[in-house]
Each structure stands twice: as C-alpha cells, then as structure tokens.
C-alpha cells in the first residue's frame, strides 16, 4: 500500500480533543499515554469593564491579562509563556478611548497605537502620536495598545520615552474598585511595581498645548525597533523643556541638568528660539549624559589621553557612535520643537 | 484564445474551453504560450491564496511530533549525555542520538564530515545533539529540554585568522581548501598602488517558510521523506548513508518550497525524522522554529579579503593581489566550491595580465556557511569594486570611466587561465545603466515626498542628507564548476492534447516548472502542459544552484520533447509522404508546410501515449590545478548595477533610492519572470549591503529572529529600473539562455557600496554598511 496516500495537506496540527483518541496506535508503558493538552475553552475571559477584569485576575491569580498581544502572543507562540488562562481586555470600552480632565488626558490603556497616530490625537499630544505612528508595521499598530507598551516594558518602547518625558502617571485598578496613582517613570524603574491583580487602566497625561517632538532611529527605512529614541516636550506653564532618551538603556533615561540649562536659556516670553549651536550644545549635553564616559581608570587612562580630555575616547565605536546618535536626535528635536 | 484562424482542425474539438467564445481571426495577438511570453506560474493562485501546502502542513495518519536538542555552546566535549528522564516522560516515543545512528555516523556534500548527532564534539552554537519523537509538538520539546548533556566547554574558535595556528577542531584539520592562484609575473609592479581590508558578513538565506519535515516509515523497512529539498537525490543518498540503507529504500518527496535562496533545509532536520520514523514505525513531522532555522542552515560565508591593485597612470589594471580567506564554519559542505568562485573572480569582470590570489576556506565554531546564491562571487565583488573605486579617486578618473578601461569582453582571460567563450558584453552593460537618467533631487518637492532614510516616521533631515551614485559590475559562474558532472534527465508524454513533464528538477520559486511548461509548449506546441511533482523515484537531476535547471534541466526537457515531437510527426510524415520537418504543430493541430494537410494531436496520437526520456549533460569541465588554472567554468554571466542612495551623515542612516541594472541573461525566456527574478536579486543584495548580517559573539548567535536580523522591507527596496536585457545567445547553452538570479545579488551590494562612499567620503570597506562608517563631516546638504 502506498504510505503516500496517508500524507494530507492540513492547516493546523490536531489535538486529541479535537481528533479523538485512536486506541489502537497507543503503544505500551509511558509511551501509551498522550500528553495532547485538553484545550479548555473557558481559559480565555473576556470581561466588559475594567472592574471586570481586576475580579477574573483575582479570581484566577495564574491568568495573564492580554490586550493587543503583539508581545505576549509572539511569546506564546515561541513556547516562552504558556499562561494557564488569559484575560482578553479588548472588550473593555471604557479604556479604548480618552477624556479630559483639569488640564490632563485620561487616555485609556486600551488605546490602539494607530488609534494615537490619527491626526485628532496628534493635536492633543503630538510626540506619542509620532511615536506610536513610529511603532511598527501597521498590524502591529492596530493591535498594540498603550497599556501593553508599559506593562511589557521593552526598551525599545516607543511610546516609553515620550510618556517619561510628559511626566505620566498611571492609573491603576486594583481589586475591590481601588485606584492608585503611579509616576510612569516609579513603574518603568521598578520603584514601584503592579500588585496581584492589578491593571493599568488609564494614562494621565498633561495638556502643555506646546510644540513636542519624538525622533528615533533606525536601522533600516521600513518599520523597526528603535537603536536610540529621544522625546522633547516644551512646557510653558511651568518653563521647562523635558527630555527622555528611549532604547539606550532598559528604561527611559532624563537627562534632568540638560533639561534645566536649555529651559534657562530659553526666552519663554518671547520667541522661544535658540541659536543652532545652542540646539547643538543641548545634544552633546544629552549624550554625554546618558551614555557617560566610563569611570576613569587610576593613573594610565589619564596620562594617555591628556591633551583636551577628549571624551569616550576608551568607550568602543559602537558606543559613540551611539552617543553621536543620540546627540543627533535631541539636537534635531529640540530644534524641531522650537522651530 | 489563441490567434490562429484556420478551422479545417477545428470540428473535432469544439468545446475547448476558451477557444468557443469569440474567436476572431486576429492573426496579430500576441502569442500566450511558448518561449518569450510572460507564462503565469501554475501555482501561483494557490500560493497567493495560502492554500499550497508545504512540507509544514502536511499531517499523516497515527502523525508523532519530532523536536531536537541543539547544543547551547559553539564548542564543548560531551562528557555523558543522559536521555532516560526524557525517555520515561508521558508520551515520549523514543529519543535517539549518535549512538542510535544504524549506516555513516557521518555525511556532507562532498566531504562527509558533519555528524548527525554530535558524539564527542559540539563545533557550533545549534548542533543536533539528540532527537525525540512524541505524541505532541510540546511534548517532544519538553522531552528535549529534559535531556541532560554534560559537557566541558572549549575554547571556541571565532576569529578565521586563528584557525590555522588553532588545535584542529575536526580530525579532517581546519584548512578545508587553500587555493594559491599565479597568474603572469609575480615581479610586475604598477605606476599607482591602492590596498584595501574588507569583511563581508553572514548573510542568512531567511527563507519565508522555516525547514520543516515529514518522514513516514514504509511497509518494506524503508522511509520516505515529505520535504522541500532542492536537491532530493543528495539528501536521499545522505539520508541513505546514515540510515543503513540502500538508496532505493528511502524516498524524498519534494513539497512546495517556501523560499530558497541557496542551499534549501537542513540534513540535520530530515536525517534524526528519518531515523524517528524508522524506530518508530510512525509517521514523524517537524517544523523548525525561527531560531533553528536561524542556528543550523547554512549561511554566507563571512569573509575577509585582503587587496592590492597595481595600475598604470592611466588607470590600466597591471597587476591584482588578493588574499581571500572565507569562514566556513564548522563543516565544509560546499566551502570548497565558494573558495572556487572567489578565487576565480577575484578580480572581477576586468582584464588583468597578472593575479596572485590566495584564498583559503578554514573551519571555525561560528555557525555553518554553505551554498547560498552567488557564494564567493558576492564578497569578492564587494572588495574588487571597493578597489576600482580607490583606484578612480587616487587617479581622479570617474569611477565608471575607469572600469570601462579594464571592462572584459569574449576572448579575455580570466586569472584561471580560462578564456571567455562565451559572449561577456560587460561594457555594453556598464554604459547602459551610466547613461540612464539619474532620479531627480527632491529638492523642488515638498518634504512630505521624499523619503528620507530612516523612514517616514523617521528622523531624517534634508539638511543632512548626501546623495551618492555608485556602480558595481560583478560575474558569477552557471553550473557546478571544477568537473562537476552536471547532468539532467527529463521525461516528456503526450496523452490526448496534453503533455506531461517528469523532471526531478526542484521548482524552488526559480520558475523552472513554467519554463518547462513553455519549452514544451514551444516544442509540441501544445498549449496544457503538466509538470509532475518531483520525487527521487524520478532520475536525477542534481540541486537547484547556479541556474543549473534552466540550462540542464531546461535542455533535457527539450531534448525529450524533440524526441516525442518525431515520435508523434513520423508516421504522419510517412503517411503524407513529407520530411517530418515540413510539419508544425501549433494549438494542438498539425499542419504541413503548405497548410493542405491537417490534423490534430489527438487524432494523430490515435489514444497512444507518447514518452520520451532524454539527458543533457553540457560539455565537462576540470579543477583548478594546484596554480589555480584550469577551465573550470562551463558558462559566466554578468551583470552592471547604478545604485543611487541617500545617506543621513549625522546618523549614518542610508536609503537606496534607485538601482539601475543592466543584464546579460543570453535569451529571455519568461519576461516576467526574468524581471521578477532581478528584483528580488536586487533587494536581497540590498540586504547584504545595509542590514542582513547574523551576529555572533564568541560563537553564540545573537538574536536569531527576525526582529534581530533585518530584512529589507518594502520601503528599503527602491525603484528598480532594468535598463537593459542584453540578449546575446550563450551558443552552448539550450536556448541561448543565462542563469538570472544569481548576479544581481552578487553585483547590488558593491554598487551600494560604492555609493554610500560617493556620498559619505568614507571608506566603506565593511559590508553591511554599519551606520558609524555612513557617517561623515562632509558639510553642505544635498546639492548645497
């Protein structure tokens, strides 16, 4: 007989629950048992609100809240995370839109990423609607949420560096309708962390209604993740430029003192330009500050390089070309914000 | 549908379909089959619509899962390996290693030299260790994970340079070939002297479907094998080898290829299913993940060249030196033949009176290098390319002016001692794609137009962009060289008013089994044309490289269509009393010469079947000596790229903008297919320049997925202008027809090169180009 005949083109491999068992293929021993895993259909809970949610992750304390799933599913897939039961918040309407309150958003962690990139968002905050319009190909984008981007907490994040430098607090749901309130920058640092349960339901982020710009780079010209990532926002009320670099270091780095030279300099007042080589200055400040020099070496470091202090000249190529990276794009964004 | 008018035929087959419905007598229409016409290929439906199956669809009966434990280190010696854990988990079918290899512990093309299972050694991050088949796919890979293997870490060898004063890291040694090519006078100097150090990168095939497998035991003790080899008759009698069996006892089924780029899967994946299958009497199927597709196929070899160019002040080639030494990895698979090619065309398309050329093919425990389109070629272009350009600035000669003063053409030599014969319009090439108008500057349109590098939302700046317009012109060889019996055999029938075409020649995505439909619409002039799948039960046909199966494979199939062609025309002939040469078959009639006799195919066939068998085997070739001379190559192909980028010299970010491409391909026989083939060359000689390298550190592959490693997207690839199709016919080739897809990946990644260097003012001697060498302190934007 032709054993040929037995081979067909199937889309998806078959399970035991879904195929039956064929008692007569089993062999002996422990190679007589299956190990197809019985596909249970009530693993997956897809809670209308947020409240919801926080109770099915209390009551399953093994489940794993998925939202876009642009992360946990690649995971999935890869046999990296086999989660015993997910909670899907895409049902969740409340945390897909956005509302105002005292001069902040309140976006909704549920927010697609193309959702952000649309020009009605982009008047609201244009540096997260540059970095989510930056953040991958376009199905990645209709599927990834903001929440996801902080809870998962790549470095290469772009909406990360914007959120550090907009100074966002994140609202978190916990069990029994608590809220509590956490600095964006506590979470990403790991000062403060989610408790059991908990979700991010909203973002708050303050309306500065002032120029704002996020640049990244790249390695290619299509759709990738960022090699270095710098985030301006200008903010006239209180006079001050914030800043954060994205996908240098594990989290969004702020390179506090910078902000507050070039906030010094500017005319808020006035015009609120600055001189190219001002522009310039702040870059090569940025830089230096979030990729430093490495700790001197005792004695021969010193005496080998003694001429003007050139910086990083013991940090390898790769390093500085980072360096100039970065200093490249806080130059161009500053720019750009204040042009 | 087709355009002849006569209907004498036409009465017994009245309701072929397209012919009923209005057919005009419009003898002008352009033909839609035979040779020179843009043939859809046969699946190209089912592949656009997901429904071709490939080898990872593919279920049978009583179906076991398979996966394999792959080392974790580039080099270490096993010191116990322990599967009973693994063997007593629930479900787990069985568990195998070296130990349980029945025929050759051994095997590799050419030299066997890799294991199937690493017994002693471990020589790269991703080598088999073990196998394990079970009832499920996450059993098996828990099985694997289960098995525990101590082992005692090695030194690994990474740096090539170290291999030869390193302990060998095979009993074979790590020199895998070393060839010292003379040519001319060693004592020859030139008026002007430029040297250069260049490294290639690895270079992954990334096929678009990872290697995926299918074994299923046979009643009769052998197995048979469901997989997308593009050279079935290798990996059977491989497979054979190592399984204990005779070659006729093992069968591999070729399924749809998703993507070959070069060698296609991995030995190391159908050997440990076939074994699997064996021992269990079960069917046995894996599907490679990203990440051991990414450790274990063969890669491009990393290399480093070493050049020194003399010339005379007029920029006149005298002499070319040149060490090449190539990183095989661990194994030699076709390192040898790679080391043939860059050796060989070391100094490119030009005419050189003297070449000492030292190339060398070392192992290291950096992952496998093998076969992946224009191997050897590629990098040496790059660095020859690198070289004229060096030459044109120390001279102040226009880059393309001074390759034109060395271009070769039919009747040169190559530094093997070889003359070309065949025709090498390589000037005609370089002129085309110089005179073809540049892309106009963007400086008129608005920005939101031009796509800066970096990307639309990216953070290019006009004031820092530099355009830049480089040339490469690069040459690889057709067929297996040195003496490789390049032999093919095809089998056409005719039943009916259809033919069928037998021919174990591999449909990698090439177009083969279109061309084969079209030579034999071409020949028998019918118009449904079959083409069998391929199995090795069919005679050989050898693997899907150099664009071998449009030559051989292509001419066999000719040759057999000729033969059914007098089969079917003889008695017809006799009967009219006619030399069967008089007679043409066009739409499935028979005409005479004079159009008074008529018939169709059906009514001459009579309900006979028709076969015909028929081998081409082109005229042989011989190694290169121990001097590097020899007529080693059957045929050359050439090709001359413009690349036009714009670079970012703040970021070091750059953009291809256009690529002219200018192409000897002998005769083109699919139009379609021809430019579909060029572009997709282009882009991924793109991808070598810019962004495809597989990083390793200290021998361990740094993010084997293609997050990691960067593929050009659409909006990396640019406008691809064809410039011109040159179409001298290759007199010994069937058809007259060039292989294709090989040397516009071998000749876009020097043109880039060269372009990023005309903007930047950098060296560019590193491919791919890494943003810092893209950077540069030239002031003045674009056209300012």
Not at chain 2, 724 to 751: C, N
């Amino acid at each position: 007989m032709c054993q040929s005949c037995h081979v067909r083109a199937v889309s998806t491999y078959r399970t035991a629950g879904s195929d039956g068992q064929q008692p007569g293929t089993t062999g002996e021993g422990a190679a007589g048992l299956t190990t197809h895993a019985p596909q249970a259909a009530n693993t997956v809970t897809l809670p209308g609100s947020l409240d919801e949610a926080v109770e099915a992750l209390a009551a399953m304390p093994a489940a794993v809240p998925v939202a876009g799933g642009t992360d946990l599913m690649a995971a999935v897939n890869s046999g990296l995370l086999r989660p015993a039961a997910l909670v899907g918040l895409g049902r969740i309407s409340e945390i897909r839109g956005w509302q105002y309150q005292d001069g902040h958003a309140l976006l909704g962690a549920g927010l697609t990423h193309a959702r952000m990139g649309r020009p009605d968002f982009a008047a609201l905050i244009p540096a997260l609607a540059a970095a989510a319009r930056a953040a991958g190909p376009p199905q990645i984008r209709n599927a990834g949420t903001l929440g996801g981007n902080i809870a998962s907490a790549a470095p290469t994040g772009d909406a990360l560096p914007v959120l550090a430098a907009l100074e966002a607090t994140l609202i978190v749901a916990g069990p029994g309708g608590s809220r509590r309130e956490i600095p964006v920058g506590h979470l990403l640092a790991g000062f403060e962390m989610l408790g059991p349960g908990e979700l991010i339901g909203y973002v708050r982020v303050p309306l500065l209604h002032a120029p704002q710009t996020f640049l990244k780079a790249t390695g290619r010209t299509g759709p990738s993740r960022a090699t270095a990532s710098v985030a301006v926002v200008l903010d006239p009320a209180r006079r001050h430029v914030r800043c954060a670099v994205g996908a240098v270091a594990p989290m969004p780095l702020r390179p506090l003192d910078a902000e507050a030279w070039v906030s010094s300099l500017i005319d808020w007042d006035g015009e609120r330009t600055l001189a190219p080589e001002a522009c310039a200055a702040f870059g090569e400040y940025v830089a230096a500050a979030c990729i430093p020099d490495p700790a001197p070496e005792p004695v021969l470091e010193a005496a080998q390089s003694p001429q003007h202090g050139e910086p990083g000249t013991t940090l390898p190529p790769a390093v500085l070309h980072l360096r100039r990276t970065v200093a490249t794009l806080a130059r161009r964004a500053l720019g750009r914000a204040l042009a | 549908m087709t355009g002849m008018g006569g209907s004498a035929g036409a009465a017994g087959i009245p309701d072929l379909p397209g012919m009923a419905p209005s057919a005009p007598a419009t003898p002008a229409e352009p033909p839609t089959h035979g040779l020179g016409v843009s043939l859809p290929a046969a699946d190209a439906a089912a592949k656009t619509q997901g429904v071709f199956p490939y080898a990872a669809d593919l279920w049978a009966e009583g179906l076991l899962w398979a996966a394999l434990l792959r080392s974790p280190h580039p080099h270490a010696r096993i010191v116990s390996i322990d599967t009973s854990a693994a063997a007593a988990m629930a479900g787990v079918r069985a568990v195998i290693t070296h130990a349980d290899v029945p025929g050759d512990a051994a095997h590799g093309r050419g030299v066997a030299d890799r294991p199937v299972f690493a017994s002693e050694l471990v020589r790269h991050h991703g080598e088999p260790i073990a196998a394990v088949a079970a009832d499920h796919p996450d059993t098996a890979r828990l099985a694997a994970a289960a098995i525990a293997v101590e082992y005692e870490l090695l030194e690994p060898v990474t740096d090539p340079e170290q291999a030869f004063a390193a302990e060998p890291l095979h009993p074979d040694g790590n020199l895998i070939r070393h060839i010292p090519l003379r040519f001319g006078d060693p004592e020859v100097t030139g008026e002007v002297i430029v040297e250069g150090l260049y490294r290639i990168g690895r270079q992954d095939p990334a096929p678009i479907g990872a290697e995926a497998a299918l074994a299923v035991p046979r009643p009769d003790g052998g197995v048979e094998i469901y997989t997308a080899s593009t050279d079935p008759h290798a990996d059977r009698d491989l497979a054979a080898a190592c399984f204990g069996l005779a070659p006729e006892r093992v069968k591999i089924v070729v399924t749809g290829v998703p993507g070959a780029m070069g060698d296609r899967e991995d030995p190391g994946i159908q050997l440990p299913l076939g074994l699997l299958a064996l021992r269990t009497g079960h069917p046995v199927k894996l599907a490679a993940t990203r990440e051991e597709s990414f450790l274990a196929h063969p890669h491009r070899h990393p290399t480093l060249l070493r050049y020194r160019h003399h010339a005379d002040a007029e920029g006149k080639l005298v002499k070319v030196e040149a060490q090449i030494l190539l990183d095989a990895g661990a194994y030699a698979d076709s390192s040898a033949e790679a080391l043939a090619a860059a050796v060989s065309f070391a100094c490119g398309p030009y005419v050189v009176p003297h070449a000492f050329v030292e190339g060398w093919a070392v192992r290291t425990n950096n992952p496998p290098s093998g076969h992946v389109r224009g191997e050897g070629a590629m990098q040496v272009c790059a660095a020859y390319e690198g070289q004229m350009d060096k030459l044109a600035a120390r001279l102040g000669i226009d880059p393309a002016e001074i390759r034109l003063r060395n271009i070769m053409a039919t009747g040169d030599l190559l530094p093997t001692g070889q003359t070309v014969t065949c025709p090498a319009p390589v000037a005609e090439l370089l002129r085309a794609v110089r005179d073809f108008p540049l892309p106009a500057l963007p400086l008129d349109d608005s920005e939101a137009d031009w796509l800066l590098p970096g990307g639309p939302e990216g953070a290019g700046e006009p004031g820092a962009v530099r355009r830049g317009v480089g040339y490469g012109v690069g040459m690889v060889h057709m067929l297996g060289a040195e003496g490789a019996d390049e032999v093919s055999t095809a089998t056409v029938k005719v039943t009916g008013s259809v033919a069928t075409v037998i021919c174990a020649a591999v449909e990698t995505g090439q177009g083969f089994s279109t061309l084969a439909r079209q030579i034999v619409q071409e020949v028998l002039g019918l118009e449904e044309v079959y083409v069998a799948p391929v199995d090795t039960d069919q005679p050989p046909c050898g693997p899907a490289a150099h664009g071998r199966h449009t030559w051989v494979s292509g001419g066999a199939v000719e040759r057999a269509a000729r033969m059914v062609r007098t089969q079917l025309l003889q008695p017809l002939a006799h009967q009219f009393g006619m030399s069967h040469e008089l007679l043409t078959i066009a739409d499935g009639k028979i005409t005479s010469y004079d159009g008074v006799l008529s018939t169709t195919v059906a009514e001459a066939l009579d309900g006979k079947e028709l076969w015909a068998t028929a081998q081409c085997r082109p005229h042989p070739t011989e190694p290169l000596d121990d001097t590097g001379q020899g007529d080693a190559f059957v045929g050359l192909a050439f090709c001359a790229v413009r690349a036009v980028v714009d670079v970012d010299v703040e970021l070091g970010s750059v953009r291809v903008v256009e690529m002219a491409v200018a192409q000897d391909v002998g005769r083109v026989l699919n139009p379609r297919q021809a430019h579909a083939r060029i572009e997709a060359g282009i882009t991924q000689g793109i991808g070598a320049a810019l962004t495809e390298n597989l990083r390793t550190n200290g021998g361990l592959v740094r993010r084997p997925d293609l997050t990691g490693y960067s593929l050009p997207t659409s909006l990396d690839t640019p406008d691809i202008h064809i410039v011109k199709l040159v179409e001298e016919r290759d007199v010994v080739a069937p058809f007259g027809a060039k292989a294709i897809s090989a040397v516009p990946v071998v000749t876009s990644p020097a043109a880039v090169a060269a372009a990023v260097r005309a903007a930047t003012g950098r060296p560019v001697n590193r491919l791919p180009i890494r943003p810092q060498s893209a950077v540069s302190s030239n002031a003045g934007g674009l056209g300012g």
